[in-house]
């Protein structure tokens, strides 16, 4: 059950993908759950100029506070180990270790952080970026029309608020949330109300038809079996490259250049942050198609889980919850189940209709809540 704080709020919810963008709020009606009412669309995503000028033309004489949320790979993701400060100082010494690791001014961007880790002489800091002029531009034009931005923030912050409103969050569980868009994936860790640990995979769906990918694989794959045809089992797993395999391929989420070295006890520590961007985007091949693609999605949700619990010490994840993946729900929560030990929940678990897409609608729903 939803606790009732959505009756003290007057927001309106902005939240897109790469393909759309919605303006939304929250529908007047004491049923639960909570739905959204769309009140205007615009099939291009919120980066476009002409996207939110459009999208505002066709809803005029609205009043409220806006909350804006968007997929994970819309932020640049900076992991920041820095020296052990009281709390309060550290907005303040953050602009510094951030213009030491950026490659452009600090000033390019808007940020928020939160302190992810705690040791005895070190905090840990995931920074959350944004392009500043991007952000400005959108602003201004929403202050322009009396619908002042109230907050931001990336979309695993609002799934979380979403399920927090739902209580299905333990206070001493690690929960492994996975967001699923056309062009990527948003992973994130939540443990002790904390987003502990972020991903962003760039990973492009296929663009042919699931059912008849799946329809096909299961036509052309039909062993022979006849007398003669199997050769005896040699008893050796041939591989083409190990590095194909390892889990830890390509992750070098808040891997220190040199991990045997002891933090430093005094004065700056060495560099050490990680844009958890991947620079290339992956998709799956038209020989692979669906098939290819969620198997590459089920390794990425095992790479971040392996990692959390046999590098950061985190605590054991018995749960992933898994948003924005509706035709593949049955095929991928297979493939999980097979490779990990933990429980697979959806995202929503209530028929939430809307006219946005239901990843979307969950999204708008969560950053209201917050």
């Excluded at 003290?8 to 919810?13: E, G, P, Q, T």
């Amino acid at each position: 059950m939803f606790q009732k704080l959505h009756k003290k709020r007057n927001y309106l919810a902005l939240t897109g993908d790469c393909r759309s963008t919605f303006l939304t709020r929250l529908k007047k009606n004491k049923n639960y759950p909570p739905k959204l009412d769309v009140l205007a669309r615009a099939d291009s995503s919120l980066d476009n100029d002409v996207t939110l000028p459009r999208l505002l033309a066709g809803a005029s004489g609205l009043k409220g506070d806006v909350v804006l949320s968007l997929p994970l790979n819309s932020f640049e993701v900076l992991i920041l180990t820095i020296p052990k400060i009281p709390d309060e100082a550290v907005a303040k010494t953050l602009p510094y270790h951030l213009a030491k690791n950026l490659d452009c001014p600090l000033s390019d961007f808007i940020y928020d952080w939160q302190i992810t880790r705690r040791h005895r002489e070190t905090l840990h800091i995931s920074v959350y970026l944004y392009p500043a002029a991007a952000f400005h531009r959108f602003n201004q034009e929403l202050t322009r029309r009396n619908l002042p931005v109230k907050y931001f923030e990336a979309d695993v912050f609002s799934a979380f608020s979403y399920l927090e409103q739902q209580r299905r969050l333990s206070a001493n569980d690690a929960v492994v949330c996975v967001l699923i868009w056309t062009n990527s994936i948003s992973i994130a860790i939540c443990e002790n109300q904390t987003v502990v640990l972020s991903r962003i995979v760039q990973l492009q769906q296929p663009e042919s038809s699931f059912q008849a990918d799946m329809e096909k694989s299961a036509e052309t794959f039909m062993p022979d079996v006849s007398p003669g045809s199997l050769e005896e089992d040699s008893g050796v797993l041939e591989l083409e490259d190990e590095t194909d395999i390892s889990i830890f391929s390509d992750f070098n989420l808040l891997r220190d250049e040199n991990e045997d070295a002891p933090e430093p006890k005094t004065g700056l520590p060495d560099k050490k942050t990680v844009d958890l961007t991947e620079p290339e985007v992956k998709s799956a091949s038209s020989r692979e198609g669906w098939g290819g693609y969620i198997q590459k999605l089920n390794l990425e949700i095992m790479r971040t889980r392996d990692y959390y619990t046999s590098v950061v010490k985190g605590s054991a994840i018995k749960t992933v919850i898994t948003g924005g993946d509706e035709k593949i729900r049955d095929r991928l929560w297979a493939e999980i189940k097979q490779s990990l030990d933990v429980q697979v929940e959806a995202l929503s678990n209530t028929d939430i209709t809307a006219q946005c897409p239901p990843l979307l609608n969950i999204i708008g729903l969560g950053a209201i809540f917050r």
